[in-house]
């Protein structure tokens, strides 16, 4: 079992950043892949990005490419979301969640998922 708990959300203008935090325990982290994926009131949950158990491979959705950065402290048993630039699409619940450690094109897919937090909300005004 692993528990997750992100923070950090918040309520931001166009073009704000913003950094959410998740904090694992459980069993060992570096065993998985962590991914952040989003729910839009309304629409399903989507990708967001993902890395490797080790940080060193990752991966991001065409709409977060170039504005948001995945990264990982496995000291730490924790994955960070770097968020820039962001855009009133950007609103949305995002959830940290952990997966099996092979990392391929599953890695994009919700249903791959193991183990989800609570989620944090996070809202970008125009």
């Known amino acids: 079992q692993v528990q997750l708990v992100e923070s950090g959300g918040g309520l931001v203008q166009t073009g704000d950043s913003l950094r959410l935090s998740c904090a694992a325990s459980g069993r060992t982290f570096s065993n998985y892949r962590m991914g952040w994926l989003r729910q839009a009131p309304g629409k399903e949950r989507e990708f967001v990005a993902a890395?490797?158990?080790?940080?060193?491979?990752?991966t991001y959705s065409d709409s977060v490419k170039g504005r948001f950065t995945i990264s990982r402290d496995n000291a730490k048993n924790t994955v960070f979301l770097q968020m820039n630039s962001l855009k009133p699409e950007d609103t949305a619940v995002y959830y940290c969640?952990?997966?099996?450690?092979?990392?391929?094109?599953?890695?994009?897919?919700?249903?791959?998922?193991?183990?989800w937090g609570q989620g944090t909300q996070v809202t970008v005004s125009s």
């Open positions: 890395n490797s158990p080790s940080g060193g491979t990752k």
């Open positions: 969640a952990a997966g099996p450690a092979q990392f391929s094109s599953s890695a994009s897919q919700p249903n791959t998922y193991v183990y």
